[in-house]
């Protein structure tokens, strides 16, 4: 079955360091999301894809990057991680290649801790 | 700016209750929209989607609608089980021709046996 994955489940990390989560999905998707989870704002696009080579800042951009080199990856970058970006991460694709109803399926997350 | 509402934020009731969840926002050009089920600690589980064409989706014991002119939504969860319990979140995918959802806030509904 398709599914997507992310990795690690969990990471601790320290200020300062860079970190990269990934995102598999074997959906053939070309739309890929990357989101953070946090209480009291629900959640909220970091970065997005609507294909290979292409990416576009959601509305919590800062600090993170991503890059598409193939249609089942998006891998999400922390360049110097902070406190403030501790969070669960969450990936999403979407787009049926028929082009149809553009349902969003959720990778399981990964809880980031950054001390 | 299209923003997404849910009321209200936890709710619980007693097994085997029908029960309405809301979902309202405030730019009706939307594409779709999109009901999830997120269990504690887990990912998102999409249960209905709803093309903005369509008044009515269902699956199972679930029937959500959609009303653009006024900016609604509503989850119907007939005969309501301890299993349902979880949070509920609505996203719109908005506006036509790009492919980003919007999410509201959730409503944590509790069960009980």
């Known amino acids: 079955d398709a599914e997507i994955t992310q990795s690690p489940r969990h990471k601790i990390t320290e200020t300062g360091r860079q970190v990269t989560l990934a995102c598999h999905q074997t959906?053939?998707?070309?739309?890929m999301f990357w989101y953070r989870q946090d209480l009291g704002h629900g959640l909220r696009l970091i970065h997005y894809?609507?294909?290979?080579?292409?990416?576009n800042k959601g509305e919590v951009s800062d600090g993170y990057s991503v890059s598409r080199s193939n249609t089942e990856d998006l891998p999400l970058t922390l360049e110097s991680a902070a406190s403030s970006q501790t969070s669960v991460y969450f990936c999403?694709?979407?787009?049926?290649?028929?082009?149809?109803?553009?349902?969003?399926?959720f990778g399981p997350g990964t809880r980031l801790t950054v001390t | 700016k299209q923003e997404v509402t849910q009321i209200p934020a936890a709710l619980s009731v007693p097994e085997g209750e029908n029960l309405v969840l809301n979902c309202s926002f405030t730019?009706?050009?939307?594409?779709?929209l999109q009901w999830f089920r997120q269990d504690p600690g887990k990912g998102l589980t999409s249960l209905l989607l709803?093309?903005?064409?369509?008044r009515e989706q269902t699956s199972g014991r679930l029937n959500a609608s959609l009303d653009k002119s006024s900016g609604r939504s509503t989850l119907y969860i007939a005969a309501s089980q301890p299993g349902d319990s979880a949070t509920y979140l609505c996203?719109?995918?908005?506006?036509?021709?790009?492919?980003?959802?919007?999410f509201g806030t959730g409503t944590r509904l509790k069960v009980l046996a």
């Open positions: 730019d009706s050009a939307i594409y779709n």
């Open positions: 959906w053939n998707h070309n739309n």
């Open positions: 894809s609507y294909g290979v080579q292409d990416t």
């Open positions: 996203a719109v995918h908005s506006p036509a021709g790009t492919y980003k959802y919007i």
């Open positions: 709803i093309q903005s064409s369509q």
């Open positions: 999403a694709s979407s787009g049926s290649p028929q082009g149809a109803l553009y349902e969003q399926y």
